[in-house]
């Protein structure tokens, strides 16, 4: 018991009273707890600091936009996280993202040559700083694919109007015909939103949605940034909308698993902008 406690305590001299070898045992416990309890204090702060948040809209700041350039460019297949409250090389401010099927959502960089379904980070080497955010479903494992981005009204009235431009890219042509990436947007009360809900979507007119420029060919890679494979600056308002402070409005881009093989397509340069009364 005396090598148990020597060990334990760390003391140089056995020949201590028992009240003083009771006390630093206590003390010792005590300092443990504290130690434990700093732990979990900074675990809590980690998860905190990193928790989730939309993108608030104020009176000062009506505007956003994302070019998608941190994205990952690693081959290696990484777990989606929706919604942390700065960008990462899986996870965008703001953004969120889910399977039809309800699996979890992963992604990896590819320059179109990938044919697995996921959510992919697209650019035209592995390693290329200019990125899309892209989609290829896959009946087994993802079935349809979506994401989107959410706002928080943060200002003291109603806002009314959104204005939308982003780049269509097509990565990959597949064998299926006419793949179309469409947009549509919803509001929600506070912290009701999610990307995979049912109803409720609006859809713009179809001259907002990404339509596959390059279709039925050959199963292979296609570079995003040709001009041949790409439509610059897609744009679209929507005008008459009760979007009230506290809400929030999300939006949704759709990539509907065809009965073939799907096109790899994608997002770049996506711009928002809300207008109030």
């Known amino acids: 018991m005396t090598s148990t406690l020597n060990k334990e305590i760390g003391l140089a001299d056995i020949s201590t009273r028992r009240d003083r070898i009771l006390v630093r045992t206590a003390s ?20 905190t600091m990193q928790a989730s948040a939309d993108i608030n809209l104020t009176a000062d700041s009506l505007s956003y936009s994302q070019d998608f350039d941190g994205l990952t460019r690693s081959g290696t297949e990484t777990k989606w996280v929706d919604n942390l409250d700065s960008d990462t090389a899986f996870s965008l401010n703001g953004w969120h993202a889910a399977y039809e099927n309800g699996k979890p959502v992963y992604i990896r960089a590819s320059n179109g040559g990938s044919t697995g379904g996921r959510l992919y980070s697209y650019g035209i080497r592995q390693a290329s700083s200019e990125r899309a955010l892209g989609s290829l479903p896959t009946s087994g494992k993802t079935k349809d694919v979506m994401f989107g981005v959410a706002f928080v009204n943060k200002t003291e009235g109603r806002l009314s109007e959104i204005r939308i431009s982003y780049d269509g890219e097509q990565w990959r042509e597949g064998s299926s015909k006419n793949n179309i990436l469409k947009l549509s947007y919803q509001i ?10 049912k109803s409720g979507w609006i859809e713009f007119n179809k001259s907002a949605h990404f339509n596959s420029p390059k279709d039925g060919g050959n199963s292979e890679k ?10 610059a ?24 698993d065809s009965p073939t093989t799907d096109h790899g397509m994608a997002v770049d340069n996506f711009n928002f902008t809300a207008k109030g009364d």
């Not at 929600?188 to 809900?197: Q, Y």
């Not at 600056?233 to 509907?256: C, Q, T």
């Open 28 to 47: 010792k416990r005590n300092n443990s707890m504290n130690r434990v309890t700093l732990v979990t204090i900074s675990l809590a702060s980690m998860l």
């Open 222 to 231: 296609q570079n995003g940034n040709y001009k041949k494979n790409r439509v």
């Open 188 to 197: 929600f009360s506070p912290e009701k939103g999610s990307i995979n809900a």
């Open 233 to 256: 600056n897609i744009s679209v308002k929507a005008n008459n909308i009760k979007w009230n402070a506290g809400d929030e409005l999300w939006i949704r881009f759709y990539d509907n």
